[in-house]
Nanobody, 113 residues
Framework: QVQLVESGGGLVQPGGSLRLSCAASGSIFRIYVMGWYRQFSGKQRELVASITTGGTTTYADSVKGRFTISRDNAKNTVYLQMNSLRPEDTAVYYC???????WGQGTQVTVSS
């Protein structure tokens, strides 16, 4: 059974950085797109960033220039480097692997002084 295991969330001050990781345990036959989503309290989950097998990236406008997504295909792992964090980035962050729609369990990111 495939599971996505996230790590790297936590509490950080405004302007600080965090790096999220998401690794797949178990065998996945195919992964085309890896992505990070976030969910604010009481809101729907939204795309933060995604990356294709070939390295094409997509970012939400609110994180462009501050967040960087990367992946290690050999390790079935995706990363999200988050810099210049703001209080409005506070949310639960989830990773997602497509096309088989695997989701991580979520990791809390809190930006507060």
């Amino acid at each position: 059974q495939v599971q996505l295991v996230e790590s790297g969330g936590g509490l950080v001050q405004p302007g600080g950085s965090l790096r999220l990781s998401c690794a797949a345990s178990g065998s996945i036959f195919r992964i085309y797109v890896m992505g990070w989503y976030r969910q604010f309290s009481g809101k729907q989950r939204e795309l933060v960033a995604s990356i294709t097998t070939g390295g094409t990236t997509t970012y939400a406008d609110s994180v462009k220039g501050r967040f960087t997504i990367s992946r290690d295909n050999a390790k079935n792992t995706v990363y999200l480097q988050m810099n210049s964090l703001r209080p409005e980035d506070t949310a639960v962050y989830y990773c997602r692997f497509q096309p088989d729609n695997y989701w991580g369990q979520g990791t809390q990111v809190t930006v507060s002084s």
